[in-house]
């Protein structure tokens, strides 16, 4: 797909496919979770990570069509190490029986991905009001305290494999630039589940701001912890996904001016399978990426006092959602 790019410090841009931004890496060796890889960028992140040789582990809901990826994958690369696995991030219940039944396994984990807005995948962007199954505005749910939740029970699988092969784990969180167009107070930590305040694209700019706040205090606390484990988010793009689903207007907008400023798949799974693989990221932690090069993320999102709250606050909010179920 054409669209007007620049090559950035890294050496790739806008235009970059997965494919090429991950050429010449050997990823054998390496297991990663990838959330949300039954369709779009999630199913085109697994294939090029199995194509370099990693072992992916698909976490999905539809279960029916990961199966159809992962035979289209194996299809196309015999060798493909690649396995379903079902969860639902918007249910808590399923996230602690995906991450109980994932390290009953034994595997190892170097790589967590986690694409928070998927939609029909691992999460929503722009719905109307709805709460989560444990009463929760959806798009907070799915989009971040699913993956909060999902990535604190990993971690310590993560720091065992990344101590016990002597390589770094990442972890990347697929945020959006939209995470600048939150609610004016950034995080509506005493109104979280207010309809009548609720405004759907400010909800997903909220949910999009919460995963880059998340990856910040995540990564300042595996620092300080000493652990070789680095978080970075990621701004895919736009991309020509089903994302659009709940709104009309933007879905006209993509046909009339996708060639020229949307991002097709190839293109939209290009900086997480970058930041996920590429050894010129080795060591970089707490950054957040846009075209495959670090790019600057909004003044609330590097708001350490906002991040550390916003820890807190989805850690008790978790407790108290356990303690009624």
Not at 110 to 123: K, P, V
Not at 211 to 236: C, F, M, Q, W, Y
Not at 260 to 285: D, F, S
Request: net charge positive; charged share 20%; with cysteine.
């Amino acid at each position: 797909m054409w669209r007007l790019s620049s090559k950035g410090a890294s050496g790739f841009s806008s235009s970059s496919t997965a494919e090429e931004v991950t050429q010449g890496i050997d990823g054998s060796g390496l297991t990663a979770i990838v959330t949300g890889a039954s369709s779009g960028i999630g199913t085109e992140t697994v294939r090029v990570l199995a194509l370099r040789g990693v072992h992916v582990v698909m976490a999905v809901r539809n279960m029916a069509a990961c199966r159809e990826v992962k035979k289209a994958i194996v299809k196309e690369i015999p060798n493909a190490k690649v396995q379903a696995m079902e969860l639902d991030l918007s249910s808590l219940a399923s996230v602690r029986k995906f991450a109980s039944e994932f390290k009953s396994s034994g595997l190892p984990l170097n790589i967590l991905m986690n694409y928070a807005f998927l939609s029909n995948n691992a999460g929503i962007m722009a719905t109307p009001f709805m709460l989560s199954k444990d009463n929760i505005e959806l798009q907070f749910a799915t989009n971040h305290i699913g993956h909060f939740l999902l990535t604190n029970l990993l971690l310590e699988t993560m720091g065992k494999t990344a101590r016990e092969s002597s390589k770094e784990g990442r972890i990347v969180n697929v945020s959006s630039r939209r995470h600048q167009f939150s609610y004016p107070e950034g995080i509506r930590f005493d109104r979280i589940n207010d309809q009548s305040g609720y405004n759907r694209f400010s909800a997903y700019g909220q949910s999009k701001l919460a995963n880059v706040l998340h990856t910040n205090e995540l990564a300042r606390r595996l620092k300080e912890d000493g652990v070789d484990i680095t978080a970075n988010s990621v701004h895919p793009g736009a991309i020509t996904t089903n994302l659009f689903r709940n709104i009309s207007f933007f879905s006209g907008l993509v046909g009339l001016l996708g060639k020229y400023v949307i991002k097709n798949v190839e293109q939209g799974a290009a900086t997480t399978c970058y930041v996920a693989l590429h050894p010129h990221v080795k060591g970089l932690t707490g950054s957040y990426f846009a075209d495959s090069n670090v790019a600057q993320a909004s003044s609330q999102a590097v708001n350490t006092e906002l991040a550390q709250k916003l820890w807190d606050f989805s850690s008790d909010l978790i407790y108290r959602c356990s303690q009624n179920s």
